[in-house]
T-cell receptor, first 111, second 113 residues
Framework: GQQLNQSPQSMFIQEGEDVSMNCTSS?????WLWYKQDPGEGPVLLIA?????ELTSNGRLTAQFGITRKDSFLNISASIPSDVGIYFC???????????FGEGTQLTVNP | EAQVTQNPRYLITVTGKKLTVTCSQN?????MSWYRQDPGLGLRQIYY???????DKGDVPEGYKVSRKEKRNFPLILESPSPNQTSLYFC????????????FGDGTRLSIL
């Protein structure tokens, strides 16, 4: 499968701070996905990006599909305690048959 | 309620004792997949199925088998489990191909002693 490099691996922030994480690859993709995994649960899709340069928001979350199609960014504004979890980027292979995930960013928010 | 259900949620067993983790979805999804999650490695795909009787290997298929006899079920079989298969396993499903948003189950934590 494809290799995705996600950073940072972990973040410890104070409530109210903004958060930024990213995912890069040496390959070009036509779709970038961002998932969040709450403790003890399965990942849930947050945002799907289908077009290079696209900027999409979902509440306090904003994700961007890099113009080179080799990267994507996720920003969380004014973090709250329930933002705690692991955030994953993911890309499908061209055929759509397989989904490759990044290693994840573990987010901790201190009240 | 639309959901992906895995059973069991937790299992501790011994090396070599065959086990099956079941996965069922009620959304009439064509695509189903199994992942394992290990610290620092994210989720890695084990097997996937595009439709009934159609399965294929993911990135880490060794030591696992699957079957897709019915659309709603996609069991994961470990014929002879080994300690390196101790992990957190997730089943997922989606409409059509894998680029569609995938719905994940709540996970099965396996410990192989």
């Amino acid at each position: 499968g494809q290799q995705l490099n996600q950073s940072p691996q972990s973040m410890f922030i104070q409530e109210g701070e903004d958060v930024s994480m990213n995912c890069t690859s040496s390959s070009i993709f036509n779709t970038w996905l961002w998932y969040k995994q709450d403790p003890g649960e399965g990942p849930v899709l947050l945002i799907a990006l289908y077009k290079a340069g696209e900027l999409t928001s979902n509440g306090r979350l904003t994700a961007q599909f890099g113009i080179t199609r080799k990267d994507s960014f996720l920003n969380i504004s004014a973090s709250i305690p329930s933002d705690v979890g692991i955030y994953f980027c993911a890309v499908p292979e061209t055929s759509g048959s397989r989904l490759t995930f990044g290693e994840g960013t573990q987010l901790t928010v201190n009240p | 309620e639309a959901q992906v259900t895995q059973n069991p949620r937790y299992l501790i067993t011994v090396t070599g004792k065959k086990l099956t983790v079941t996965c069922s979805q009620n959304m009439n999804h064509e695509y189903m997949s199994w992942y394992r999650q290990d610290p620092g490695l994210g989720l890695r795909q084990i097997y996937y199925s595009m439709n009934v009787e159609v399965t294929d290997k993911g990135d880490v298929p060794e030591g696992y088998k699957v079957s897709r006899k019915e659309k709603r079920n996609f069991p994961l079989i470990l014929e002879s489990p080994s300690p390196n298969q101790t992990s957190l396993y997730f089943c997922a499903s989606s409409m059509g191909q894998g680029i569609q948003p995938q719905h994940f189950g709540d996970g099965t934590r396996l410990s192989i002693l």
